[in-house]
């Protein structure tokens, strides 16, 4: 039932908006919903499971945005080292963004899900990447719903770094691309540690110039698009890729 599926995690965020997860009654999901309390439990087998399916959700969605900002680019011509940082710039910004406004994404970029949030049981605080699942993750995070372990921090810079090496590899010169990879992985590292710990606004500005009025968040954005550019001007070589010379 896709339709009743979505509807439920669709009520689900809402009611932890308004209140800590704890307090979330599935009776009043299903309401919300407008199904009846055993189609919940069909769908998601236990509370524990309808976290889990939430949780995925809204990182899967997190990671679908980020490979619309690398799919869109930016106004640099296609191919060039200013389009691959103005594209990686861009999925930054969504990140931020994401991670701001949604704080089950946050929480898992983060690891750090505080008591409003599902028990680090339904996404652990610091899971193993799927490539490179340790031994010992507890049984419950393979069951329920039958999808794996849910992604943490080390996952989710990973599929980021994957997903802005495979929009920029192709027409890049071939002896470039681990250096490509390097600095992905770099751009991605960077563009977490500025969700974990956010840039402050600076509150003096230089002698004799009037303080420009800036947000926070455009403060942080400006702060991680100078990180990522930064990581790019690190390749190697003075041409851009496809100049031929």
């Known amino acids: 039932m896709p339709a009743a599926r979505e509807s439920l995690l669709d009520a689900a965020y809402t009611a ?5 997860w704890a307090a979330v009654r599935m009776v009043d999901v299903a309401a919300a919903a407008g199904v009846s309390r055993q189609t919940l439990y069909n769908e998601f087998g236990s509370k524990e499971g309808l976290a889990r399916a939430l949780v995925r959700r809204e990182t899967d969605n997190y990671l679908a945005g980020v490979a619309r900002a690398l799919a869109r680019g930016g106004a640099p011509a296609a191919g060039t080292r200013g389009d691959a940082a ?11 963004r994401t991670a701001r406004a949604n704080p089950l994404v946050r929480a898992a970029l983060t690891g750090c899900w505080d ?13 193993a990447p799927l490539r490179a699942a340790r031994s010992g993750v507890p049984a419950q995070r393979a069951a329920s719903s ?10 989710l810079v990973g599929r980021f770094c994957d ?11 071939e002896e470039e691309l681990p250096a490509l990879g390097s600095v992905c992985e770099t751009a991605a590292r960077l563009t977490l540690s500025c969700v974990v710990a956010p840039v402050a606004v600076a509150a003096a500005p230089e002698p004799g110039r009037v303080p420009a009025r800036r947000t ?11 990180l990522v550019r930064g990581a790019f001007a690190q390749l190697p070589g003075g041409t851009e890729p496809g100049d031929g010379g």
């Open 16 to 20: 932890l908006a308004n209140r800590a």
């Open 86 to 96: 103005a594209r990686v710039v861009a999925a930054a910004a969504w990140t931020l």
């Open 115 to 127: 008591d409003r949030l599902p028990t680090p049981s339904a996404a652990s605080a610091d899971p």
């Open 146 to 155: 039958g999808e794996g372990p849910l992604p943490g921090p080390a996952e």
């Open 163 to 173: 997903q802005a090496l495979a929009a920029l590899e192709p027409g890049w010169p």
């Open 216 to 226: 926070r968040p455009e403060a942080e954005t400006e702060a991680v698009s100078r």
